[in-house]
Nanobody, 125 residues
Framework: QVQLVESGGGLVQAGGSLRLSCAAS????????MGWFRQASGEEREFVAG????????NYKDSVKGRFTVSRDNAKNTVYLQMNSLKPEDTAVYYC??????????????????WGQGTQVTVSA
């Protein structure tokens, strides 16, 4: 069992930065692959970034490459999403999720077993 709690969302102007954190409970956190997803109002939930259990590999949605960075600290049971050069189209509720398959990154929401409650990110023009 893994419980996830996101934090760090908020309101920021276009071009600004935010750092999301996802704190996990559970002794097996370090074996899970972790993903960040987002869901804008009226849209489907979409993959944003993912990282393997060791942190050795990461993957990104094309539109955030070069702007977002996913990382993890297994000693702190925490995964991060650093978001720079934010755009209004990045506005959404952001969720972290845990995938029992930790060796490679999956992009489908249905592959992830545990989810946080989400944190709102709003980027003003």
């Amino acid at each position: 069992q893994v419980q996830l709690v996101e934090s760090g969302g908020g309101l920021v102007q276009a071009g600004g930065s935010l750092r999301l954190s996802c704190a996990a409970s559970g002794r097996t956190f370090s074996s899970y692959g972790m993903g960040w997803f987002r869901q804008a109002s009226g849209e489907e939930r979409e993959f944003v970034a993912g990282i393997t259990w060791s942190g050795s590999s990461s993957n990104y949605k094309d539109s955030v490459k070069g702007r977002f960075t996913v990382s993890r600290d297994n000693a702190k049971n925490t995964v991060y999403l650093q978001m720079n050069s934010l755009k209004p189209e990045d506005t959404a509720v952001y969720y972290c999720a845990a995938d029992r398959e930790g060796s490679f990154i999956r992009r489908r929401a249905r592959d992830y077993e545990y989810w946080g409650q989400g944190t709102q990110v709003t980027v003003s023009a």
